[in-house]
């Protein structure tokens, strides 16, 4: 089983960008979809974007599709979430996921969470 650290979080103003990183432990990344999942405060964990092993599939939220995008590198066991355009309503807790055989669109079907990552979104 892969063991997932994030990083990349922070505090951005409205209209910028940040990029997240996924780093997994183990020889099976390869094996793994990947997704990303936010929490933000009070609220449910929600389903950010995915991504399937070879990446040839990527799969967004409608509240950040053409704003993010999802991609991962096999050979550094990396996955990142590129976010633009960033809005207030972004801020939360970014958890990277990981699932088999297929991607994980709601939180019920990832194998392994990262423990997350802060994004702030000033106004």
């Known amino acids: 089983q892969v063991q997932l650290v994030e990083s990349g979080g922070g505090l951005v103003q409205a209209g910028g960008s940040l990029r997240l990183s996924c780093v997994a432990s183990?020889?099976?990344?390869?094996?793994?979809?990947m997704g990303w999942f936010r929490q933000a405060p009070g609220k449910k964990r929600e389903f950010v974007a995915a991504?399937?092993?070879?990446?040839?599939?990527?799969y967004y939220a409608d509240s950040v599709k053409g704003r993010f995008t999802i991609s991962r590198d096999n050979a550094k066991n990396t996955v990142y979430l590129q976010m633009n355009s960033l809005k207030p309503e972004d801020m939360a807790v970014y958890y990277c996921?990981?699932?088999?055989?297929?991607?994980?669109?709601?939180?019920?079907?990832?194998?392994?969470w990262g423990k997350g990552t802060l994004v702030t979104v000033s106004s």
């Open positions: 996921a990981a699932s088999r055989p297929g991607v994980a669109r709601t939180e019920y079907g990832v194998d392994v």
């Open positions: 183990g020889r099976t990344f390869g094996n793994y979809a």
């Open positions: 991504i399937t092993q070879s990446g040839g599939s990527t």
